[in-house]
């Protein structure tokens, strides 16, 4: 007999932040801003989700008002999804770039932490990697 083949990759363990992801996908702990830790999202408030985004880099508010279509930025792959926006505690949203909004710390402006296309009014991603966890 040949040995079973091993079980898919949880959402866990594809980001290897075990303690993040709850079993059912969800966000174990609350999301916060990195600067000022405003509260964003509640715990299991948003999914975990795999998609390859462009956010431009984190700026003051000055820099990013000017810049925020520009080159630089980080292709980010890990997020939470937020389904519905009434689900964040906190947060703010850039004015269009093209069909595209960046989501920002509502209180510091911070950001931008997520990415938000207009064509897709029940679709909020948050990058794990530009939030902090509690």
Known sequence: MEPAAP????????TG?????CAQGRNAK???C??????????GAATFAQRELLLP?????????ATAGGGDGDVVR???????????EN?????????????VCADCEAG????????????????LERVAHE
């Open 91 to 103: 947060v703010g949203f850039t004015r269009d770039v093209g069909n595209i909004k960046f989501l």
């Open 112 to 127: 931008p932490i997520g990415w938000h296309c207009l064509d897709d009014k029940e679709s909020f991603y948050v990058a």
């Open 7 to 14: 079980p898919p990759p949880s959402p866990a363990a594809a």
């Open 30 to 32: 609350a999301v916060l």
């Open 17 to 21: 932040s075990g303690e993040l992801v």
């Open 78 to 88: 890990e997020h939470w999804l937020v389904r519905d926006m009434f689900s964040f």
């Open 34 to 43: 990195q600067r000022c830790g405003s509260r964003v999202l509640l715990p």
């Open 57 to 65: 880099a984190m700026r003051k508010k000055a820099a990013s008002a």
